[in-house]
């Protein structure tokens, strides 16, 4: 089973930062939609943010203005940037690429904000 592979979470402060990569296979990456998910605990995943392959990007609103996702194709990396953290951005994130009709997931990676 193909995975994608999530980095970069941790514990941070109300109004810090981090920023989140995923790599991916490159036969999965080249011309795929990728997007960052959460799910906090008791609640359902959400997505947080999605770039195109052509690098059209959309964000859910509680994280527009805060959160950037930007794509490296010759590094078949996928990044979020998150900013100015809440505790409401707590979660597990995951990372998700859509080609050709199949999804695939990463394993996920802690984001915990203290306040």
């Known amino acids: 089973q193909v995975r994608l592979v999530e980095s970069g979470g941790g514990l941070v402060q109300a109004g810090g930062s981090l920023r989140l990569s995923c790599a991916a296979p490159g036969f999965i990456f080249s011309f795929a939609d990728m997007g960052w998910y959460r799910q906090a605990p008791g609640k359902q995943r959400e997505a947080v943010a999605a770039i195109t392959f052509g690098g059209i990007t959309n964000y859910a609103s509680s994280v527009e203005g805060r959160f950037t996702i930007s794509r490296d194709d010759a590094k078949n990396t996928v990044y979020l940037q998150m900013n100015s953290l809440k505790p409401e951005d707590t979660a597990v994130y995951y990372c998700?690429?859509?080609?050709?009709?199949?999804?695939?997931w990463g394993q996920g990676t802690q984001v915990t904000v203290s306040s």
């Open positions: 998700n690429a859509l080609r050709g009709g199949s999804n695939y």
